[in-house]
């Protein structure tokens, strides 16, 4: 039950103005923190150097998650791929955010204060890590359960409205090409499902008398779109699919977001966070 609970998708924050924002929220937070309850002996010193402290606590602290948030991404791939993300992986990165936010302020707290305290650079640090991580995994849990009962309501309700006139009965016969290392693999558009990238290609899924195929393609998913733009069909609703719409029969939903579910193909192909409102369009027309 603990690795079902674990495992279960989470949203992975994407909007960097959201986050700096909340990286700052939290600097001012930790100032305020430090200010008033006066931790690593800061009681051994006056109040105005309390407060240039807890000021430059603060500065760490946003420092820190500034950074996670917003820099390390870009180096660590883990950290921006948002189909992966999950209930463990939100909690180890807020506890892991905190855990340097204690080390920093701990290291800094011993040279300014200027006494050697084991308190201070070992204990400090451990408490803060005990002390958080009840209420970040009690929030994540909870916060997931919300976000999966709203966002399912929401797919229901795309599902109830969902137009299902298919936009290719007057080009199902037209054949796309597609370059591969054996040639070129002429296939329906009417028989193109969906198609999605990964590190080293883009696969496109088709219907072959009855069976669902992949073709491997060897060109990034923006170049393989360029051969169905044409048709209406197709919408890229996350940055690594495209989804044929008349293959979508209902809509449902995980904390992450909405997921497309296709006639005949046990794939469920997911919706961007932020193309929410422009799937709902999309699906009703």
Do not use: H
Not at 174 to 182: A, G, I
């Amino acid at each position: 039950m603990f690795n079902k609970i674990a495992n279960t998708p989470y949203p992975l924050l994407q909007n960097k103005l959201i986050k700096a924002g909340i990286g700052l929220s939290w600097g001012i937070f930790v100032t305020f923190i430090l200010f008033f309850l006066k931790p690593l002996d800061l009681d051994s010193i006056n109040m105005t150097e309390v407060l240039s402290f807890a000021i430059k606590g603060g500065v760490i602290t946003a420092g820190i998650l500034l950074f996670n948030a917003l820099a390390l991404p870009e180096f660590f791939v883990p950290l921006r791929n948002e189909m992966e993300w999950t209930i463990k992986k939100e909690v180890l990165f807020i506890l892991w955010n905190v855990l340097l936010i204690a080390i920093f302020v701990a290291i800094y707290s011993f040279f300014y204060v200027g006494e050697y305290n084991l308190y201070n650079i070992l204990l400090f640090p451990i408490i803060s890590i005990f002390a958080t991580a009840p209420f970040v995994i009690t929030y994540v849990v909870l916060n997931e359960k919300i976000l999966n009962k709203t966002l399912n309501k929401e797919a229901d309700a795309i599902s109830n409205s969902l137009n299902y006139k298919k936009r290719l009965t007057n080009q199902q016969d037209e054949l796309v090409e597609f370059k591969t290392p054996d040639g070129v693999k002429k296939i329906k558009v009417i028989d193109i499902i969906f198609l999605s990238e990964t590190k080293k290609y883009v696969a496109v899924y088709f219907f072959n008398n009855g069976l669902m195929n992949e073709l491997k393609l060897k060109m990034s998913l923006k170049d393989a779109r360029e051969e169905l733009r044409k048709y209406t069909a197709f919408y890229r609703c996350q940055k690594k699919w495209v989804v044929n719409l008349d293959y979508v029969v209902s809509v449902s939903a995980n904390a992450r977001g909405y997921l497309l579910n296709l006639k005949n193909c046990s794939i469920r192909v997911p919706v961007s966070r932020s193309l929410t409102n422009e799937i709902t369009n999309r699906l009703a027309k």
